[in-house]
């Protein structure tokens, strides 16, 4: 053989083992990001899991709080007026949150949005019950702001964790080559983007509600 030849043999086994060598490492590195797709993937399914059994779990809270203050009698009727209201804004709430957690065609977005108003309506359980200073060192008080708080920081997290873990996705899902990979061979398993609730749940310190609002009394003109 002569020396051309074998350089261009030399030559055409090196191009073999660099296509062969760069033909393995786009294989890996395809096969990581789709397991880094299909765990994100997992994790958004998962937050929904969780956001929904901390949905759950409040609304059996709220219903210790609903019986502790039924049993007391809230001290006074006008008392237990204002709650009433309160606790009927939040069952409408949760059967809004439930109506969209139930129907297959309710998008992630419409699902958060309902349990973050869900979440803010123990805002005004709370107003309801510190509208009456007389309640507040009673033991009726203290157990049902234990539980009002307990499941407004339960629903909460579970909210700020999936809204947390939908973002991670759509990082990842758009970014290169995680993008290229996804749009030439994942298919339409991973949506390009997880539309998630963007408003967040206000802490009950921001909220201002209007005592008359809640109150049984008379408004103001």
Partial sequence: MSGAARVVLALAVLAALVVLVLGVG???????????????HERANEGRSRF?????????????????????????????LGVAK???GYLEARQAYEAAAADPAS????????GAALGQSLVNVRVAFEAYP??????????????VQEGFNEIKTALDDWIAVCRA????RRSFPTSWFAGAFFGPDFPERIAYYEGGIKEP?????KTEDISPGPRKP
Wanted: proline share 0%.
């Fill in 86 to 88: 309160a606790r009927a």
């Fill in 107 to 114: 998008s992630i977005a419409d699902v958060m949005t309902r």
């Fill in 134 to 147: 007389q309640l507040r060192t009673a033991e009726t008080y203290q157990k049902a702001m234990v539980a």
């Fill in 205 to 209: 310190e921001q909220v201002r509600v």
């Fill in 26 to 40: 786009a294989v890996a590195l395809g096969v990581g990001k789709y397991n880094t797709l299909v765990a994100l």
């Fill in 169 to 172: 996705y759509n990082t990842e």
């Fill in 52 to 80: 929904a059994a901390a949905v759950n779990t409040a609304s059996e809270k709220m219903k210790s709080v609903w019986t502790l203050a039924e049993q007391e009698g809230i001290l006074e009727k006008e008392t237990y």
